[in-house]
């Protein structure tokens, strides 16, 4: 499944190259030309790495950054500031406020796929983590069990992938494309109703178990996402 990479950049010229780069690299991108807008999509969905310029027509960068840093939810996402501002002072500022990576314009394209596919492999979650534990809910990938406050929810092999796959991703919105590619390994067939009705088995499993089962919620015309 591709990485989502929300780029923060206000010269249309630089915006493109970027998008243009990204998206032949195999990664998904959302482009923004100031910082409320770009806010507005986080509060959507959750990207797992941020370009980010420092002179924007409303927010300043360095303050966007200080605004990510600063809530839970978004803190851990890895942000690369690209800037004209390129004195040592302007980079200690940036690493400083919470940035992972400065890289200067002009920039060789090459040398910024590079930098974000290094930043990716340091920052993201592994697949392969042994436990994953979301208030009183924890998933052993190993060992194949959800539990809730220590008690086993039974599931499929199907609805504990589809579960898995959720609770990797929090806050993240997943579409039924990538869902299907992750859980069924095969593309999203169009009108089918074999995600709805597996989420509305394991939403009734989580009720059953005591759990909330509005931690799943529905994306309409998009997917489903895990909340927490």
């Known amino acids: 499944m591709a990485s989502l990479i929300y780029s923060v950049e206000d010269d249309v010229n630089i915006a493109h190259v970027i998008q243009i780069a990204m998206q ?8 923004f ?21 420092i002179m924007l027509p409303d927010l300043d960068g360095i303050e966007i950054l200080k605004r990510l840093k600063g809530i839970s ?5 890895p942000v690369m500031i690209i800037s004209a501002k ?11 406020s919470g940035a992972d990576d400065y890289m200067q314009k002009p920039f060789g394209v090459l040398e910024l796929i590079s930098r974000v596919k290094s930043l990716l492999r340091r920052t993201i ?22 539990t809730f406050n220590n008690e086993i929810i039974t ?22 494309e990538d869902i299907f590619s992750s859980v069924w390994g095969y593309d999203f067939l169009g009108e ?13 499993k989580l ?13 309409r015309g998009v997917g489903y996402k895990f909340v927490i």
């Not at 939810?73 to 996402?77: A, F, L, T, V």
């Open 86 to 96: 390129s004195t040592e002072l302007d980079k200690v500022i940036g690493l400083d």
């Open 125 to 146: 979650k592994s697949d392969d983590s042994n436990v994953i534990e979301i208030g009183e809910l924890k998933l052993d990938v190993n060992e194949h069990i959800l």
């Open 33 to 53: 030309s100031d910082g409320k807008s770009f806010f507005q999509a986080m509060d959507v969905n959750h990207p797992d790495l941020i370009l980010l310029d």
């Open 73 to 77: 939810n978004y803190k851990n996402i």
């Open 207 to 219: 009720t059953k178990a005591g759990a909330n089962p509005d931690i799943i919620q529905t994306i």
């Open 155 to 176: 599931l499929t092999i199907k609805e504990f992938q589809l579960i898995k796959l959720l609770m990797q991703n929090p806050n993240k919105t997943m579409t039924r």
């Open 192 to 204: 089918t109703r074999t995600l709805d009705v597996h989420i509305k088995e394991v939403r009734q």
């Open 24 to 31: 032949n690299s195999g990664f998904d991108i959302q482009g």
